[in-house]
């Protein structure tokens, strides 16, 4: 470290990276190269498999060069670092966005054009890098994407999982699931730090020393399985910055060293085989999301990811600062997303207290200066909860260190509210009962300096109601919320280069400035009246929903016409998402129009006068073990074969399941939509992040009141969103009285449920748990409170987007509803991922960007 110097003068690396992205030459020579050596093969031996991979070997070289420059440059600065710990980063594929990010898209399209490949088949190779679940993976994306983009000193920390989230299949309907093996071929986008090997340790037991140096009693852990932590690090550029932040991510390991005194007394067979289980840490990503299941295996991938990459960050502490713990908060923050992490400030209390002799308070002050808390969920079914008996086998110490941190908790409760003796129980870490169980948020809560919620309401949520007794605690300074963004860059313009194109030209913008300025959006309104724009507007949608016609029948067969309305819904499949409050609606729509058939009214006259063609299109995955989301599932895909088969209903109505949702499916779809549902339960969506990606792509919202479409109202104006059903406040007292009082379908609803007993959609037998759910089991999603709201809600909008029930002499009939894309576009800067990393920075972290 004493011979690291600011970089002055030495840029041979700076050329060869500005080379090898800028110059066309240089490109193919380098891309040529791969294929000889790295890939062993000739250039007339060359498909687009191997030329994705020669091409992503040039840019990853290109971007190992920014990344070791900013590397010495943050080691240098000595500043303040922020460490983003996620069970889950949902990347996509990275090619595509380095090219956009380093600006060598066009150069790299012209290079392969010479050597006779096209770009976008080239990307087409990638495979997704699927390392999660949902919107909760794919933010702690969006976030390094933010930390590079605008120059902030940031790395995240996860698993490097040889399987991500499952692929999904439809077959006769029903969801299957396959492994996704996605490092088939080798990863060029992973470098491997095979040198970097934190040795993590699970069960074995606790014992009591005496410190030879200080003749206190000391805390021994011993015994037990070791395993062997290896780092596997990805580059993360920035756009129109050099700043490239690292996000690394763990491979479990067996050790070499075998203690058999400790282990396994002399047992050779069975420590080989111990060992060899070890890889099974980081093998698989658990496919639930907002659902806590509680499997050991789970623990142990928390234990063991936040156990190496604190000592990670441990060990880069010390080189610099030895022991000087004091200055451990001034230098580092560590965000834990959600409560998976949270064994971080335990590990961290164990380090100082009994690897490094601190004292327990001084210790714990530091704890508390360093952790910060991210919810994003107040569903009960969600929220982590580890038997104590599991935490007390696999982790001896932690378990202890977890009652001392609660006793003295407790006696600062006790002393702050003496007559409140229930106060105890509610506040403690640990939950009594038949099986005592660890509440992980309440210890995430009393080890952080902040904990925030990810929209408005859901912040005021958490605050009144899962942890309301916090607030009492510790103040509601504690407490803040962040609302989540996305990164313009992959979701504007890597999703749509063409919007982004017309926006840059309209904003006299040549080089997408506002990509690291999204409030300069704010300046489309200037041409709201402008007809040519509103056209071209139009015609770009209209150019990104045949693009989606084209993946919906190479994926399923179905023919879409992209002149109809495109009604998406993407996102997991989730009872409180209530994809099934869509498809009913649906459903009710089909015999609405069957009826009218029947009844001698002709197809163009119900065009005219009552529905409006549409396409709905669904996608999402079930988690493998959650019966009713597959139950949806299936009917939705049922719905479709009769609706799709049906001789008389033509383009009046299309229905398509997509499968295998995706990252780099969702860049396809996102920009294509006309109308998406963002429709969960009020109260239930912490905020959604697919909301904005819609609204940023030109798309309109049917939603409830719930999660960040609340903000994304106040932004874009309550006449550019259609909002509809109960509100939060309400929620309960419904829930209440569908107990109490039984559940009332309204008639329409019963139409459709009636027409699925009929068996109009295969064997009713099968849909039998979703009905009942709502008729005789308290409907806790409120379905039948919403439906009719949901039915209205349509009807509203089709007079916007459609022609009957307009005013044909209106002049802007029209554009009115281009008229409303383009002014959510307008509007939607606040939802960048860079403003939220900002807010972070300043009220979380406390930390400012590096000068570039
Ligand atoms: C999601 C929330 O459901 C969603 O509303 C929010 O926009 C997103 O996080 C990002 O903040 C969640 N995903 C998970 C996944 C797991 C556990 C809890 C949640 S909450 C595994």
Redesign the pocket.
Known sequence: YSQLKPLNGNHHGQDLESKLVHDRGAFEESFVRHVETTLARNMYNCDNLAAYQAASSTVRDALLVDWANTQQKQTVHNGKRVYYLS??FLMGRAMDNALINLKGRDNAAAALSDLGFNLEDVLDQEPDAALG???????AACFVDSLSSKNYSGWGYGLNYQYGIFKQKIIDGYQVETPDYWLKYSNPWEIDRKEIQIPVDFYGHVYEDYDPNSGKPKKIWSGGERVLAVAADFPIPGYNTDNTNNLRLWNAKPTHEFDFTKFNAGDYQQSVGAQQRAESITAVL?P?????SGKELRLKQQYFWVAASLHDIVRRFKKTNKSQWEKFPEQVAIQLN?T?PTLAIVELQRVLVDLEGLEWDHAWSIVTRVFAY?N??V?TE?LEKWPVDLVGRLLPRHLEIIYDINFFFLKDVEHKFPDDRDILGRVSIIEEGNEKSVRMAYLAIIGSHKVNG??EL?SELIQTTIFKDFVRVFGKDRFTNVT?GITPRRWLRQANPQLAKLISEKLNDPNYEYLTNLGNLKKLEKFIDDDEFLTKWDAIKFHNKRRLTALVKEETGIELDPTVLFDVQVKRIHEYKRQQLNIFAVIYRYLRIKELLASGVSIDEIKLKHYISKASIFGGKAAPGYYMAKTIIHLINKVGDVVNNDPEIGNLLKVVFIPDYNVSKAEIITPASDLSNHISTAGT?????SNMKFALNGGLIIGTVD??NVEITREIGEDNIFLFGNLSESVEEIRHKHIYEGVQIPETLQKVFDSIESGAFGNPEEYKVLLDGIRYHGDHYLVSDDFDLFLDAHIKLEKVFGHHGGDASDKDHLHRWVKKSVLSVANMGFFSSDRCIDEYAENIWNIEPLNQ
């Open positions: 069970l889950e679940n949902g919107g909760l993976g794919r933010l658990y639930n999301d907002n659902f806590y959600d998976h991210t994003h969920t569903m969600a990810v929209a859901h989540n969506e912490a905020s959604g992040t999660g960040a």
